[in-house]
């Protein structure tokens, strides 16, 4: 079945940097965006950024600009996000999720989550 | 890119009808045709339940409709059912920053 399995949760600690997998299955990876979208405990949900699992190309939101990576390993079926110079407001689940209609949303498969917590 | 607005929290009884709100821009939600709904029960996973406005994935139930007039999108669940208590949240593509920004998020209470 079409899935996206994530990496485990992580403990860092400010200013350290952390990377999440994602892992799809069940369909043709480079024929999908892959968004990363996050949530704070108790917050909102909060896109992140994208990429284009075909070109590797990349978009993001300019408040994660110059911290965040994506990158995607094709022959793995395997998107990757980084974020350096983590801040204890960093503390959220990571989500990455298969973008339906490319840049333009629809994110119709979602992983699990991975939970990052930034911690002294 | 700010954050779209929806209303904190809706209520509505069992069987009944109610509509959430989202509220952007021009440069979103009125410029384009890209809100998607998301429906969240706590713990739990984001599932697509509207994308396009008005497009339902396969599986989601038709009681899940939406529409847009202007800047402001609506979801509108009809027939209400404990199980639709969760948190709502729509999306919408942003041209000019070619980016997605999500609303705060609305909490459903089925009374």
């Known amino acids: 079945q079409v899935q996206l399995v994530q990496s485990g949760a992580e403990v860092k600690k400010p200013g350290a940097s952390v990377t999440v997998s994602c892992k799809a299955s069940?369909?043709?990876?480079?024929?999908?965006?892959m968004h990363w979208v996050r949530q704070a405990p108790g917050q909102r949900l909060e896109w992140m950024g994208w990429i284009n699992t075909g070109n590797g190309n990349t978009k993001f939101s300019q408040k994660f600009q110059g911290r965040v990576t994506i990158t995607r390993d094709t022959s793995a079926t395997t998107a990757y996000m980084e974020l350096t110079s983590l801040r204890f407001e960093d503390t959220a689940i990571y989500y990455c999720?298969?973008?339906?209609?490319?840049?333009?949303?629809?994110?119709?498969?979602w992983g699990q989550g991975a939970m990052v917590a930034v911690s002294p | 890119q700010s954050a779209l607005t929806q209303p904190a929290s809706v209520s509505g009884s069992p069987g009944q009808s109610i509509t959430i709100s989202c509220t952007g821009s021009?440069?979103?939600?009125?410029?384009?045709?890209?809100v998607s709904w998301y429906q969240q029960h706590p713990g739990k996973v984001p599932k697509l339940m509207i994308y396009?406005?008005?497009d339902r994935p396969s599986g989601v139930s038709n009681r899940f409709s939406g529409s847009k007039s202007g800047n402001t999108a609506s979801l509108t669940i009809s027939g209400l059912l404990a199980e639709d208590e969760a948190d709502y949240y729509c999306?919408?593509?942003?041209?000019?920053?070619?980016?997605?920004?999500f609303g705060g998020g609305t909490k459903l209470t089925v009374l």
């Open positions: 021009s440069n979103d939600v009125g410029g384009y045709n890209y």
């Open positions: 999720a298969r973008g339906y209609r490319g840049n333009t949303g629809a994110l119709d498969i």
């Open positions: 999306s919408s593509y942003a041209g000019s920053s070619s980016s997605l920004v």
């Open positions: 396009d406005v008005t």
């Open positions: 069940g369909y043709t990876f480079t024929s999908y965006a």
